[in-house]
């Protein structure tokens, strides 16, 4: 399983880049494994995103924005998402983890 964390480099909005910067801040933090897919930079990366988020989660109008994040193709949820389940403290199996791996278990 990989999570990934969709995010555009080039964005114009500070609120985007602080959201992504806290999700994979807090990934980086707690050694969790993740990939970033830049969305501005393969228009085929931007669309697998756009076509694999639930039609329940998009916006009603423009497009769903980054952070969007994924467990392989599972649809995790976007920065609203995961901050709620940071608070919740419920954050591994809002990625579909079943828990913090520790130090015993990498060394398997």
Same mark, same amino acid.
């Given at each position: 399983?990989? *999570?990934? =964390?969709? *995010?555009? @480099?080039?964005?114009? !909005?500070?609120?985007v880049?602080?959201? +992504? +910067?806290a999700? =994979?801040? #807090?990934l980086? !933090?707690?050694?969790?494994?993740? +990939?970033?897919?830049?969305?501005?930079? $393969?228009? /085929?990366?931007?669309?697998?995103?756009?076509?694999? *988020?639930?039609?329940?989660?998009?916006? /009603?109008?423009?497009? %769903?924005? %980054? %952070?969007? *994040?994924?467990?392989?193709?599972?649809?995790?949820?976007?920065y609203?998402?995961? #901050?709620?389940?940071?608070?919740?403290?419920t =954050? #591994?199996? #809002? $990625?579909? $983890? &079943? !828990?913090?791996? @520790?130090?015993?278990? !990498?060394? &398997?």
């Open positions: 399983m990989v *999570i990934k =964390v969709y *995010i555009a @480099s080039s964005t114009g !909005s500070v609120a880049k602080k959201h +992504q +910067q999700v =994979v801040g #807090f980086e !933090s707690n050694r969790i494994g993740f +990939q970033e897919v830049d969305i501005t930079m $393969l228009e /085929e990366q931007r669309l697998w995103m756009f076509r694999n *988020i639930p039609r329940d989660k998009r916006p /009603e109008k423009g497009n %769903p924005l %980054p %952070p969007q *994040i994924f467990n392989d193709d599972h649809y995790c949820g976007d609203e998402d995961f #901050f709620q389940s940071k608070e919740d403290n =954050v #591994f199996a #809002f $990625l579909g $983890l &079943s !828990s913090q791996p @520790s130090v015993r278990d !990498s060394e &398997s």
